[in-house]
C-alpha cells in the first residue's frame, strides 16, 4: 500500500531564510508526486507535480522540488520564504491514469518569523 | 482561470440526518473525486467517478455515502444518515483525462451535532 510520510508537523522558518520541507514516499510502481498548499480556511492549490523527466521541477510561488528515487523522497524547496508563505503544505502521491486517490502526507504546518 | 466550485462553505447538520454536499468541477474534466479532512488530520481519499460510475472508493466510503452526476456540471456527495465522527471538511477535485492533477475546490465544512 502507497504511503506518505511528511516527518516534521511544525517548522519555523525566519523571513527571507530559505526552506526545505521533507517528503518520503512509498509506492509500489512509478509515482505521481505532488505538493500541495492549504492557507487557513482555505481549500488545496497545487504548488508542482512530477511525471517524469528532469527530476528538479519548478512549481509556482518560487517553490521547486526534487525527486530522488534512491532515497524515495520529494522535498520542497524555496530559496527566500515571505510572510505569504506561512499555510500547510502537503505531499502527495498517486498512479497514473486518474482514477486512484491521491495519498497524502500528514501536512507540514509551516510559520514564517518576522 | 477555471475552477472547481463547492456549496455550501458551511453545513451544520443533526446527526442521523442526510446532507447532501455539491461540487461543479471543471467543465472538461472527466475525472471526479471527493476528499475529507478530519480537523487536524490529513486529506484522505473517499471516492472517484469516471463515466458515470465509481472507479474506485476508499474503506472509508461505505453504504452511509453515496455520489451522484445528477446533470451535466454538478457533481454530489450525499451522506445519508449522519454520525458525529463525519464532521470534517470535504474537499471536491477533478482533473483530466491521463493525467492525475487535481484540481480541488474550497471545501465544505461539514459540522454534526
Known amino acids: 500500500a502507497q504511503s506518505v510520510t511528511q516527518p516534521d508537523i511544525h517548522i519555523t522558518v525566519s523571513e527571507g531564510a530559505s526552506l526545505e520541507l521533507r517528503c518520503n514516499y512509498s509506492y509500489g510502481a512509478t509515482p505521481y508526486l505532488f505538493w500541495y498548499v492549504q492557507s487557513p480556511g482555505q481549500g488545496l492549490q497545487l504548488l508542482l507535480k512530477y511525471f517524469s523527466g528532469d527530476t528538479l521541477v519548478q512549481g509556482i510561488k518560487g517553490f521547486e522540488a526534487e525527486f530522488k528515487r534512491s532515497q524515495s523522497s520529494f522535498n520542497l524547496r524555496k530559496p527566500s520564504v515571505h510572510w505569504s508563505d506561512a499555510a500547510e503544505y502537503f505531499c502527495?502521491?498517486?498512479?497514473?491514469?486518474?482514477?486512484?486517490?491521491?495519498?497524502f502526507g500528514k501536512g507540514t504546518h509551516l510559520i514564517i518569523q518576522p | 482561470e477555471p475552477e472547481v466550485t463547492q456549496t455550501p462553505s458551511h453545513q451544520v447538520t443533526q446527526m442521523g440526518q442526510e446532507v447532501i454536499l455539491r461540487c461543479v468541477p471543471i467543465?472538461?474534466?472527466?475525472?471526479f473525486y471527493w476528499y475529507r479532512q478530519i480537523l487536524g488530520q490529513k486529506v484522505e481519499f473517499l471516492v472517484s467517478?469516471?463515466?458515470?460510475?465509481?472507479?474506485?472508493k476508499s474503506e472509508i466510503f461505505d453504504d452511509q455515502f453515496s455520489v451522484e452526476r445528477p446533470d451535466g456540471s454538478n457533481f454530489t456527495l450525499k451522506i445519508r444518515s449522519t454520525k458525529l465522527e463525519d464532521s470534517a471538511m470535504y474537499f471536491c477535485a477533478s482533473s483530466d483525462w491521463g493525467t492525475t492533477e487535481a484540481f480541488f475546490g474550497q471545501g465544505t465544512r461539514l459540522t454534526v451535532v
Open positions: 467543465s472538461n474534466h472527466l475525472y
Open positions: 502527495a502521491v498517486g498512479a497514473r491514469g486518474g482514477a486512484d486517490g491521491l495519498t
Open positions: 467517478f469516471y463515466n458515470n460510475e465509481i472507479s474506485e
